[in-house]
Nanobody, 116 residues
Framework: QAQLVESGGGLVQVGGSLRLSCAAS????????VAWYRQAPGKQRDLVAR???????QYADSVKGRFTISRDNGKNTVYLQMNSLKPEDTAVYYC??????????WGQGTQVTVSS
């Protein structure tokens, strides 16, 4: 069964860094793009970053230059390195894989809180 497990969230001060991890089952991870989304209280879930199976990346404008997405195919894991964190980065961060049209998988989410 497909499974995504996020980790690495926590409480950090403004300007600090965190690295999130998303571990996926091998069947789900291979040949698929993986994305990070985030959802703040009372707001919609928004795309933060995506990495293709070949390593191409895209970022939301709000995180460009501060966040870096990467993947370790040997470990079936995708990372989100978050630097220069701001209070507006506070949210639950979710890992997402869409292996085909109409099918997607989500992790349970990991809370990131940036205190000012």
């Amino acid at each position: 069964q497909a499974q995504l497990v996020e980790s690495g969230g926590g409480l950090v001060q403004v300007g600090g860094s965190l690295r999130l991890s998303c571990a996926a089952s091998r069947t789900l991870f291979s040949a698929n793009a993986v994305a990070w989304y985030r959802q703040a209280p009372g707001k919609q879930r928004d795309l933060v970053a995506r990495i293709s199976s070949g390593g191409s990346t895209q970022y939301a404008d709000s995180v460009k230059g501060r966040f870096t997405i990467s993947r370790d195919n040997g470990k079936n894991t995708v990372y989100l390195q978050m630097n220069s964190l701001k209070p507006e980065d506070t949210a639950v961060y979710y890992c997402n894989v869409q292996p085909r049209a109409g099918t997607e998988y989500w992790g349970q989410g990991t809370q990131v809180t940036v205190s000012s």
